[in-house]
């Protein structure tokens, strides 16, 4: 056995023992240590970098590390197996998405306005903004030796008064604090309490003179981000807002390479780990400590997530999720509790599951669908998610067609070399001087903040530009020559946005031909899926009247350089409307709302599943749009 330390530039070194042989990206996974790897150790990302300080690791050389790189040190992870008692350094870039949670600051006007404006459309189509959780006070005789009825047959009599309903139950977690609560109110309390019309289930009690919070939490469990609000359950305003990144993306970037590694012995118990332990409790107890609330305070939670992210929640096998003929173990489900999964809030907290209508169509969707309102619209309308799979959904309110397409996660920076989410340091937005080929470019983060890489916005932006300036051609080959370009042995081209003496990374940031033909890929198939989606109801382009595009990929997406590139459809720009992470906005609205939570399942109900793989013309249209913007120009005439 050999000792193996990882090192962190901001945290303290860990230390495990090894066998020789062992893949040093298993050891890290076994370890609970951090390290980024999309592709899940297959080498084609290069993202599982690390620094050999001291000892030796057997290691391949791959493209990802120059010769230069290599020889100060640097390798891939999933290609380094243990050979020696051995020190790496795991760069900041490499465990990003876990290290960098963020818990938001609620002071901004915009933030608390996305969701004034949620309840706003809520209630302009007449649905009410209301939940059956609620406070009563309560107040019980003393016992006495003349009045020995014990404390739960005392307190169930009281709620009972209280609200005229027969039906009361009490949970283990209220009878193991029952005694000493009443006891030190003078069995004056207040009690957190469900109201159905038939019961009451009694979530909490405290002493009456206690400032007591009903809290509920909304999550949008992204394949690649996880992100969250606390609510007042009573009043629906915004305790705290945070989010992260989701613990499992260290078994690959996307959903399929997930469900192969939960099939493997263990695989289930350890992607529910990562979403759980080290992903939704700390978001949970983080946004709790913004909140000043505690986590028993969380009565109720509503998760909006795809397909594969349900299950592998759960725990449950999505094996069969990936097989043809793609069938889901639910696509609804009412009987979640937190304390089944380990979700550390309120034991008996509900879990409301946004409902999916598909192998590859999820809560996401339904719930996205819902806040962006075309159900309630006779217009015809396009939704369109864009995160590590690209949603679709085509209607108004008479019809719904829905559709996936794997996108891969070029959209939350996968597949790109220098990509990352939307946190700290990605470039957001760029433009480039098309005589100079210099660029300028917006930086997540405070003033100063140094670009490490580029999120998805940035990304659209990049290659617009690049392709606006004639740097690249329709293929996205480099055609322009400068100092930001460069070549490498094999004439593969690549554009610098910074420079490592200007960047916050050990490397140049910059975007390759690789990564360019990635994400050209990436936007082919949202652009061939509405075409074939539309297609497929006997519409065309022509004929939407509105595009909603969701996804947490920056501060919103230049639509004009979307099109520009060939990703949305050709179509006015006052006809499109970006909305932000509408997954989460509808968790809100279904946990706040119980007649929202209603309308959710009726829209998922009602919206029609296609898959893309039975229609032939896909591919075609798939193929067709793997240009810049097409290879039919007239599908983009104004540009």
């Known amino acids: 056995m050999y000792k193996v330390t990882f ?35 297959n080498a084609s990302c290069g993202k599982c970098r690390v620094k050999l300080i001291d000892g030796e690791l057997e290691s391949k050389k791959t493209r990802h590390i120059s010769d230069e790189e290599y020889a100060d040190g640097w390798r891939l992870a999933c ?15 490499a465990s990003a998405y876990r290290s960098r949670m963020k818990v938001a600051d609620l002071s901004s006007p915009d933030e608390i306005k996305i969701f004034d404006d949620i309840k706003s459309s809520i209630a302009d189509a007449g649905i009410e903004l209301k939940n059956n959780l609620e406070i009563i006070e309560l107040s019980m005789e003393i016992p006495t030796l003349d009045d020995t009825m014990p404390d739960n047959e005392r307190l169930t009599r009281a709620v009972k008064a209280e609200t005229g309903l027969e039906r009361v139950k009490l949970p283990y977690s209220v009878l193991k604090k029952l005694p000493d609560v009443l006891r030190e109110s003078d069995f004056k309390v207040k009690a957190v309490i469900r109201k159905t019309a038939s019961d009451i289930f009694v979530y909490d009690i405290f002493p009456a003179s206690e400032e007591v919070v009903v809290a509920g939490a909304a999550i949008d469990i992204g394949t ?6 606390l609510i007042n359950m009573l009043d629906g305003s915004i305790l705290a807002k945070g989010s992260a990144g989701n613990g499992q993306i260290r078994y690959g970037a996307d959903v399929i390479n997930r469900i192969i590694e939960s099939d493997k012995p263990g695989g289930k118990e350890r992607l529910q780990k990562a979403v759980i332990d080290e992903t939704l409790n700390p978001l949970l107890h983080g946004m709790c400590r913004q909140a000043k609330i505690t986590k028993r305070n969380i009565y109720r939670m509503c998760v909006a997530a795809n397909s594969t992210m349900n299950h592998l929640l759960m725990g449950i096998n999505a094996n069969p999720l990936r097989m043809e003929p793609y069938i889901p173990a ?11 999964i380990g979700i550390d809030v309120n034991p008996d907290a509900h879990i409301i599951v946004a409902p999916n209508i598909g192998s590859y169509v999820g809560g996401d969707i339904t719930a996205g669908a819902f806040v962006s309102m075309l159900w309630n619209r006779p217009e015809f309308s396009l939704f369109i998610d864009l995160g590590t799979n690209g949603e679709i959904v085509f209607g108004n309110s008479d019809f719904m067609m829905s559709c996936a397409c794997s996108a891969g996660p070029a959209f939350e920076g996968g597949d790109i070399s220098c990509g990352m989410r939307a946190t700290d340091g990605a470039i957001e937005a760029c433009t480039i ?11 997540v983060g405070e003033e100063g903040t140094k670009p490490i890489g580029l999120c998805g916005s940035g990304i659209i932006d990049v290659i617009s530009e690049l392709f606006r300036c004639g740097i690249i051609d329709p293929k996205g080959k480099f055609v322009r020559d400068g100092k930001r370009i460069k070549r490498d042995a094999y004439g593969m081209g690549s554009y610098v946005l910074a420079f490592e003496a200007d960047a916050g990374s050990v490397k140049d940031v910059e975007i390759t031909e690789v990564d360019i033909d990635n994400f050209i890929r990436a936007k082919g198939a949202i652009f061939s899926a509405i075409r074939t989606m539309l297609a497929y109801c006997d519409f065309d382009i022509s004929m939407i009247e509105n595009v909603y595009v969701a996804g947490g990929i920056g501060s919103g997406i230049n639509m004009e350089n979307a099109i520009n590139i060939g990703m949305f459809p050709d179509v006015p720009l006052e006809m499109y409307h970006y909305i932000g992470n509408s997954s989460l906005a509808g968790a809100y609205a279904m946990l706040y709302s119980t007649e929202s939570e209603r309308k959710v399942y009726e829209v998922a109900q009602n919206m029609t599943y296609i898959e893309l793989s039975a229609i032939p013309q896909y591919m075609d249209e798939f193929v067709g749009a793997c240009f810049l913007p097409h290879t039919d120009k007239s599908l983009f005439p104004n540009r």
């Open 7 to 41: 090192k962190f530039e901001n945290s303290e070194d860990v230390s495990v023992f090894a066998a020789f042989g062992e893949s040093l990206l298993e050891v890290a996974r076994k370890t609970n240590v951090a390290i980024d790897a999309p592709c899940s150790g």
């Open 224 to 229: 690649t981000t996880v992100s969250g609000i």
């Open 433 to 443: 001087d098309a005589d100079t080929m210099e660029p300028a470019f917006q930086i």
């Open 79 to 93: 290609t380094s197996t243990i050979s020696a008692d051995v020190e790496v350094l795991v760069p900041d870039i």
């Open 330 to 340: 639910f696509f609804k489900t009412n009987s979640l509790f937190a304390q089944d």
